[in-house]
C-alpha cells in the first residue's frame, strides 16, 4: 500500500493486523516506532510518521517498541519466512491443527523443525502452541457446555480433547470448576442441539451482508429465512449444515449441523471470515464517511462488513463463472455445477440438500461436461485450470495468504484477470484494500464512466476500498 499519512493513521486506529508488518510509525513525543496493531494508546495524528520498513524508521532516529516488538513483525524480521510462519501457523492452530496431529506435523507444513516453530510462536504471542491450543479448546468447551445440552463426552471430543478424562481435568485445573458444575449453572434456555455464540464489534448491518450472499446463493445450497441465513457446508469429509441470525447487540447466533462437530474450531473460523466479524466498523465507517462519493451509502448501511466464504475455491469458482454475466445468470450457471458435481446431504430445510463442489470434483470432470453446464470452451478451460490449480496446492484460495503473490499465482491461470482477481482477493483472501476498478456496477453506482477515474477516486478510500465497494454495490439492490 502507499504510505499516505491520512490511509496509515486510519488503519493504527483499527488495529487492523491485515497491515501488521507493511508500514511502522514513529511516534515523536516518545521517539519510539511501532506496529500498526501496538496496544497502546492511540497517539495523536501530528506526532505520527509513517515508514515502509524499520530500517527507515530507525535511520529517522526512533527506537524500537519494547511493548509490540517490531522485530517480529511479519515480513520484516530477520528470518522474516519463520516470522511470518508464527501468525500462519496460530490461523491453524485456532482452526484445530494441533486437535488431531502434534505439533511436529504442523511444523512440517512450513518446512520448519517443532522446536523453531516453539520458539517463534512464544515469542510472538508469549505462550507455546500447546497452551495455546489447549486455551482454544477450554473455552470452545466452556460454550458448548454452558449454551447447549450437549453431552460432556460430545463437549470433550468437539473442543478438540483426546479424552473426556483429560478434558476433565484440564477444566478444572484451569477453571476450578467440575464440567457438570458448570453445566447446573446454565440458563433455563440452552438450545437442544450446536450453537455457537459469535462475538463482534458493532454495529453489525446484518440484511444487507446476508442478502448480498443470498442475491448469489443456489436454491439447493443456501436460504435466507427473513433474518436467518441457511446454508449448507463442507469441512474435509464433513459434510453438514449452520443457520445463523442476530442474538443479542453484539453475538451472532449459529446453530450448527451435530454432523460437524468434529470439526467446530474450523468451522468457527470460516464463519468469523464468512461474516467479516472481526471488523473494526466504526473506524472504518467514519474513515469513510469523510469522503463525498460514499457519504450517503455508508450512512444508510452502517456496520456492513465485506462478505466471505467458507471456501476459497467455492468463491473462485463462482468469480470466474461470473465473467461478463449478470449475477442471475452467474447463479443459474452455478447451480448447474452444483447439481452435477456436488454431493447430495441431509438438512432439516427444504430443498436445502446439496454442498458445493471441491476443487478436486471439477477438476476430474471432462471439458465437455463443463461446457454443456452452460459455459463457452475458453471459460470451461479456464474452471479446468482453476480447479486442477487448487486441487495441486499451485494456488492458495484461503487465509493466511500473501495478497500480492496470491494474486500474482491466479493472474497466471488463462482467463483470469485483474477483476476476477481482486474479487477474490476481497472475498476469499479478505484483503482489506482490494478493489475491482474495471466493474460496471461500481462505475454505474458511482455515475462514472472513464476506469482512469474510477482508479483515481479509489485511491482516496485506502487503505479500506474493499469496503467502499460493498457499500456502493449494495446501493444497487442486493450487492449489485
Not at 57 to 69: I, N
Not at 204 to 226: K, M, N
Amino acid at each position: 500500500m502507499a504510505l499516505d499519512p491520512k490511509h496509515c493513521y486510519e488503519v493504527i486506529k483499527a488495529r487492523d493486523a491485515r497491515f501488521d508488518g507493511v508500514f511502522f510509525i514513529g511516534v515523536s513525543t516518545t521517539s519510539i516506532y511501532c506496529r500498526p496493531v501496538c496496544t497502546v494508546r492511540t497517539p495523536g495524528r501530528d506526532r505520527c510518521t509513517f515508514y515502509a520498513n524499520a530500517a527507515s524508521a530507525e535511520a529517522a532516529g526512533y527506537r524500537p517498541c519494547l511493548r509490540c516488538r517490531p522485530e517480529l513483525a511479519p515480513g520484516h524480521a530477520p528470518i522474516d519466512s519463520v516470522k511470518r510462519v508464527a501468525q500462519e501457523a496460530v490461523t491453524r492452530i485456532d482452526a484445530g491443527a494441533l486437535n488431531n496431529g502434534g505439533i511436529e506435523a504442523l511444523a512440517a507444513e512450513f518446512g520448519i523443525g517443532s522446536r523453531q516453530l516453539h520458539r517463534v510462536i512464544e515469542s510472538e504471542y508469549g505462550v507455546s502452541p500447546l497452551a495455546l491450543a489447549q486455551t482454544r479448546r477450554l473455552l470452545l468447551a466452556k460454550q458448548l457446555l454452558t449454551d447447549t445440552s450437549l453431552r460432556v463426552i460430545d463437549v470433550a471430543f468437539a473442543s478438540g480433547f483426546s479424552s473426556v478424562r483429560q478434558f476433565n481435568r484440564m477444566f478444572q485445573q484451569s477453571y476450578r470448576l467440575n464440567p457438570l458444575a458448570l453445566r447446573k449453572q446454565r440458563k433455563s434456555d440452552y438450545s437442544e442441539g450446536i450453537v455457537l455464540q459469535l462475538g463482534f464489534r458493532p454495529p453489525l448491518a446484518w440484511q444487507p451482508l446476508v442478502q448480498f450472499l443470498a442475491g448469489r446463493a443456489t436454491a439447493s445450497t443456501e436460504l435466507l429465512d427473513g433474518d436467518r441465513y441457511i446454508r449448507t457446508v463442507r469441512i474435509g469429509s464433513h459434510l453438514g449444515w449452520i443457520a445463523a441470525q442476530p442474538s443479542r447487540s453484539n453475538l451472532l447466533r449459529v446453530e450448527v449441523a451435530p454432523s460437524l462437530m468434529p470439526v467446530l474450531p474450523e468451522l468457527l473460523v470460516k464463519l468469523r471470515r464468512l461474516f467479516d466479524l472481526d471488523a473494526n466498523p466504526t473506524v472504518v465507517d467514519d474513515y469513510l464517511i469523510g469522503h463525498k462519493k460514499l457519504n450517503v451509502h455508508v450512512k444508510s448501511t452502517a456496520g456492513l462488513r465485506v462478505p466471505g466464504t467458507l471456501s476459497g475455491f467455492e468463491l473462485a469458482l463462482r468469480a470466474v463463472l461470473g465473467q461478463q454475466i449478470t449475477v442471475k445468470a452467474a447463479t443459474t450457471v452455478f447451480g448447474r455445477f452444483v447439481t452435477t458435481f456436488g454431493q447430495a446431504v441431509a438438512t432439516p430445510f427444504a430443498n436445502i440438500d446439496r454442498v458445493v463442489p471441491t476443487a478436486a470434483e471439477i477438476a476430474n470432470a471432462n471439458l465437455q461436461q463443463l461446457i454443456d453446464r452452460g459455459l463457452t470452451r475458453k471459460r470451461a478451460e479456464t474452471v479446468a485450470a482453476l480447479a486442477r490449480a487448487a486441487e495441486d496446492s499451485k494456488i492458495v484460495l484461503d487465509p493466511p495468504v500473501d495478497f500480492v503473490t496470491a494474486r500474482e499465482a491466479l493472474q497466471e491461470i488463462p482467463g483470469i484477470g485483474p477483476w476476477t482477481a481482486e474479487y477474490i482477493a476481497m472475498r476469499a483472501f479478505r484483503d482489506p484494500d482490494a478493489f475491482p476498478h474495471s466493474d460496471l456496477g461500481l462505475m454505474h453506482a458511482l455515475k462514472i464512466d472513464k476506469l482512469a477515474t474510477m482508479k483515481l477516486l479509489a485511491e482516496k478510500w485506502r487503505p479500506w476500498r474493499s469496503y467502499a465497494a460493498i457499500h456502493l454495490w449494495n446501493s444497487l439492490g442486493a450487492g449489485g
